[in-house]
Each structure stands twice: as C-alpha cells, then as structure tokens.
C-alpha cells in the first residue's frame, strides 16, 4: 500500500477542485481545507483508491464527497457511501446536499427504520449518490428496487464501526455486487487487521493517507477519569453537570442504561434527550435537532449512535460507563473539540475496570490524569499503580 502524507497547508484553489464546487464552499465559507482534505481530494480526484485514518471532527465527509461530487459530474455514474449509523447517514446526505444543490446534485438515503416506499421514489429519480446503511442497501439489492451497475465510486466510512456492529458480512456482500472497475475509498479513526484484510481483497494499490496515527484522540480535548464506586457514578454526574454548565453528551454501554440515565439527569433539573437503537427514526432525529438547537443542554448516547453525532460546540463529553471496546473511546470522546475546537472529556471508571482503562490508554498512547473530588474523595480509590499521570483536585462550587 502507497502512503501519501504532507504537512503543507492551502486553499481549497490548489487542490484542482472545479470553479462550481470552489463558488459552493465559497458561499459556505469554507477556504482552507483541513489536513484530510487536503490530503485526500487531489488523490481522490484522479480516480484513485484511497484508505483514509484521521480521527472524528476532521472533515472527512467533505474530503471524499467532494471528489465524488466532481468525479461523477464528469463520468455520469452513481456514487455510492455505506456507513454504520441512520443518523450519520443523515448528517453525510445533509453536508454533501449543502455543496452539490447549486450543481444539481440529487442523493437518496437509504437507511433502517424508516419507510421503504419513499426511499424507492427517491431511488427512481436516479440519484447522482446514494448514502445506505448496510442492512437496507442489503435490503434494496435483494428486492431488486436499486441497481448497482452503474456504481463507478463506492465510500466506506467508519468502517471499523461497520465491523464493531457485526456488518462485516453485509459490507462483503455489497461490494461483490458492484462492478469490479469502480474507485474505492475506505474511511476510518482506527484501522485494526480486519479493515486492512478488507483494503488488500477489494482494493486496487490504494494510496493511504494518514493524518493522525490509528487511535489518535482529538488534539485539543482535554482528558480526565475519576475512579470511583459504582454507586457514586449519579451524585458526581450531578455535580459535573452543575459545575461545567456546557452542551454534554453523556455515553452508556446499554441502551437500558440510557433510558434509565435520561429520567435521572431530567430528575435533577437538566433539558435531556436519549439516542439509541431502541429510539425510533423520528425519535432519534428528534433528539438530535433538539440536543443542536439548545432544546436539550444533555444528550444520553450508547457507542451505536455515537458516530452519528456531528454537533458543534459540544463542552463536554462524559463517558459514564466505559466503553466494551478502546476504539469507541476514541469516537466518544470525538463528539467534543471538533474541527479544531477544544473540548473536555471525563472518565468514570470502577476498580473493576482497570483492564479496560489500560486498553484505552495504551491504544491512544497516553495515561488520562486522574481528578479526586475533594468532597467524594474518601469514596475514590485511585492508586498509582493503575494510573502513573498526576492527581488533579477538583473543589465544586
């Protein structure tokens, strides 16, 4: 596999982006591209395979879409992005709309837990890029309501996600039914043999392009943990939320854990929301839109809708549970400080869950400092053999 990686920055002008896609991302004010876009359109716009790392909040959406848009404005073909989640779905669809509309540009959304009878409508208006999560993509091919064809361009993002939920099988079953002569590109926070076995079997010499190593965390959120009592996890969640005063996302490993944690942090006073795979489609929308806008001030997430969760200005990300899998720390943890803004993440980790705290560290390649609340410190049990960072004290007010 080729490696393409430089440091030197320019405006999207240099990148060989056409006048139109350059007069779109004018209007949107966007003029210098982020190191992934930077990196990746001018591959990505000879046609070229490419395998992508750059941790979450870098713009990786735009550094394949608008490749894509271009190429197939010159080629007539269908674009085609598979990715994990309906909600990343719909941001994906939403970004790429906002930069395409001025050209014309039509998507589908082919995505669970919604109707198949407009996703059909929309599939017979030929769109120029079709945005699917696996399981309905599946769904639409063996129904025979979308021909694949005419696919010259296919984009798996969050592809280690894709294999965390088990579509692994469905991801080998789509990119069989597409032609043989298309450009691949792969996308991705971290790359474990299982997307890179993926990589040498369906793609041709990709170029890839690595802006961060695998498992890096967002350069400027800050990472704290406390180790605590199980028991103690609500009272400090409490006084977290009364001391920070921020836009926080709030992740638990189950999605009974997160209906359950919703009514205590709306019991304590606080706007919230929950988003799961239990929710609905229009309840997840709901509370996503809500949780953007300022209605909710909290979101309670599980890992499946964490990828999905584009929001600027998130404060704070408070990982309640620790994740089953290091790599979800990683896109957690994402959901603040991005596209260059800092951020604040806080750990809340039982003695039992030591392993699990190592894992973390040694995939980001970095010990999280651990704070002792000054007020529960006789309840917390931090010993410097777990953790060999300084002790930060916190005194809420």
Known sequence: MNTHNTTEQFTFTTLGIVEPLLDSLTRLGLKIPTPIQHEVIPVALTGQDVVGIAQTGTGKTLAFGIPMIQRLAATKGVGMIVLPTRELALQVDESLRRVGQHLGMRTAVLIGGAAMGPQIQALRRNPHIIIATPGRLIDHIQQKTIQTNHVSIIVLDEADHMFDMGFAPQVE?????????????????????????????????????????????????????????KEDKTKLLKK???????????????????????????????????????????????????????????????????????????????????????????????????????????????????????????????????????????????????????????RFH
């Open 173 to 229: 079953k789509i990119l069989d039914a597409l032609p043989r002569a298309r450009q691949t590109m792969l996308f991705s926070a971290t790359m474990p043999h299982a997307i890179m076995n993926l990589a040498t079997a369906h793609m041709k010499s990709p170029i890839r392009v690595e802006v961060a190593p695998s498992g890096t965390p967002p350069e400027k959120v800050e990472q704290e943990l406390y180790i605590l009592h």
């Open 240 to 394: 977290l939320l009364e001391y920070e005063r921020v836009s926080t996302i709030v992740f638990t490993r189950t999605k009974h854990g997160a209906s359950k944690l919703v009514k205590i942090v709306r019991a304590m006073g606080y706007t919230a929301a929950e988003i799961h795979g239990n929710r609905s489609l229009p309840q997840r929308k709901d509370a996503l839109d809500g949780f953007k806008s300022g209605k909710y001030r909290v979101l309670v997430a599980t890992d499946v809708a964490a990828r999905g969760i584009d929001v600027q200005g998130v404060g704070l990300v408070i990982n309640y549970d620790v994740p089953e899998n290091p790599e979800d720390y990683v896109h957690r943890i994402g959901r603040t400080a991005r596209a260059g803004a800092t951020g604040h993440a806080i750990t809340f980790v039982t003695q039992e869950q030591r392993n699990d705290l190592r894992d973390i560290e040694r995939l980001i390649n970095q010990k999280l400092t651990v704070v002792r609340d000054e007020e529960l410190s006789q309840e917390f049990s931090p010993t410097r053999k777990v953790i060999s960072a300084g002790y930060r004290h916190r």
